[in-house]
């Protein structure tokens, strides 16, 4: 079910309605997506549909970066039980987060064992890495997308992921990257540079580590790539791919 707008008219005859057919009607619910911005009142509504939607296998919510604007109203009242309700959905296979809130998008990871095969966090601003908190799905990952993250290496790897997509997120080294992904096959990089100048310290420094550790191995199960001219130039890809696209 797609509630878009998630407007507190549209949520609250979506909660009636399943509620006229008894508590187990939101039991029989296998994917939920919320689109738009929510204010207090959207809010505690989705709180109470995701307290009972328990055996969910695909939850998408996308915040479009909204502010909760009632000041006499704290999204802490009710992120506790979001992030419990959440957290208990053992079924789930497919999880989308846009939120502006990096910190509640780790409590949810952290706390989550379910069989997730799809991510997708998207948050305001550059933030802590979720990647080490992916140990609860390295064995069923298969497809993942952050924005607006910092990369760091992994002490596992996620042997079924196949896609990753990086927006706006640091320049990860190479070596992090096949690591924690030896069989990926589809990568968009997005470093977020706008045209900047070559030849900065950083870059090359990191594409001198990229040659030397490709020198060792190679991301033989890459065949796609989509990345951007800085991206492209320290990474220092060694090997040919079926598809480049440079947006």
Same mark, same amino acid.
């Given at each position: 079910s797609s509630i878009d707008p998630a407007t507190p008219m549209v949520l609250q005859s979506f909660y009636d309605f399943l509620s006229f057919f008894g508590p187990?009607?939101?039991?029989?619910?296998?994917?939920?997506?919320?689109?738009? /911005? #929510?204010? *207090?009142?959207?809010?505690d509504i989705m709180a &109470?549909?995701?307290?009972?939607?328990?055996?969910?296998?695909? +939850?998408?919510?996308?915040?479009?970066?909204?502010?909760?604007?009632?000041?006499?109203?704290?999204?802490?009242?009710?992120?506790?039980?979001?992030?419990?309700?959440?957290?208990?959905?053992?079924n789930l296979r497919n999880l989308v987060f846009i939120w502006e809130d990096p910190d509640?998008?780790?409590f949810i990871l952290k706390r989550l064992h379910a069989p997730l095969t799809r991510l997708i966090l998207e948050v305001d601003d550059n933030s802590t890495s979720p990647l /080490? #908190?992916? *140990?609860?799905?390295?064995?069923?990952?298969? &497809?993942?997308?952050?924005?607006?993250?910092?990369?760091?290496? +992994?002490?596992?790897?996620?042997?079924?992921?196949?896609?990753?997509?990086?927006q706006y997120c640091s320049d990860p080294p190479l070596s992090v990257l096949m690591n924690a992904f030896p069989?990926?096959?589809?990568?968009?990089?997005?470093?977020?540079?706008?045209?900047?100048?070559?030849?900065?310290?950083?870059?090359?420094?990191?594409?001198t580590q990229n040659l030397a550790?490709?020198?060792?191995?190679?991301?033989?199960?890459l065949v796609s790539l989509t990345v951007d001219e800085i991206g492209l130039y320290t990474m220092a890809l060694q090997r040919?791919?079926?598809?480049?696209?440079?947006p």
């Open positions: 187990n009607s939101f039991l029989d619910l296998q994917s939920l997506e919320f689109s738009g /911005p #929510l204010k *207090s009142a959207e809010f &109470d549909i995701l307290k009972l939607a328990t055996n969910l296998r695909s +939850l998408e919510i996308d915040t479009c970066n909204a502010r909760f604007q009632d000041p006499s109203y704290s999204v802490l009242d009710r992120r506790e039980e979001i992030i419990k309700s959440i957290s208990s959905m053992a509640f998008c780790h /080490p #908190l992916l *140990s609860n799905f390295q064995d069923t990952l298969e &497809d993942v997308h952050l924005q607006f993250f910092t990369i760091t290496e +992994l002490p596992f790897s996620c042997l079924k992921l196949t896609r990753l997509s990086l069989n990926l096959e589809v990568l968009s990089l997005n470093t977020g540079w706008k045209s900047p100048p070559f030849g900065l310290p950083e870059h090359e420094q990191l594409r550790f490709q020198a060792r191995q190679q991301w033989r199960s040919e791919v079926d598809s480049l696209v440079l």
